[in-house]
């Protein structure tokens, strides 16, 4: 049984930082496309950003392109998203997700975590 194991959410005042990981277990790694979304009260998830099984291929939204940026420690079996620059419309759920493909349209992940919340102050 694969597992997802988000970590690293919290508050954090608008303009600052926060990392977040995600641990795979139960699975191999390396051979998934990783990618983070989020989901906000009352809205639709949504894709935030996606890394290649190798690490050589990252995916942003337009929202947060230039802020964030995601990698991935194979060895580690862990997948990060680094947000920096932080506004309060970023506060949301963020899961982790895994797919064995390239489409990161939500409905086509294999894999999901339980998710880390993000609160960004005004």
């Given at each position: 049984q694969v597992q997802l194991v988000e970590s690293g959410g919290g508050l954090v005042q608008a303009g600052g930082s926060l990392r977040l990981s995600c641990a795979v277990s139960g699975g191999t790694f390396s051979i998934y496309a990783m990618g983070w979304f989020r989901q906000a009260p009352g809205k639709e998830r949504e894709f935030v950003s996606g890394i290649s099984w190798?690490?050589?291929t990252t995916l942003y939204a337009d929202s947060v392109s230039g802020r964030f940026t995601t990698s991935r420690d194979n060895a580690k079996s862990t997948v990060y998203l680094q947000m920096n620059?932080?506004?309060p419309e970023d506060t949301a759920l963020y899961y982790c997700a895994a797919t064995y493909?390239?489409?990161w349209n939500a409905q086509s992940i294999d894999?999901?975590?339980?998710?880390t919340q993000v609160n960004v102050s005004s």
């Open positions: 190798s690490g050589g620059s932080l506004k493909g390239s489409n894999y999901w975590g339980q998710g």
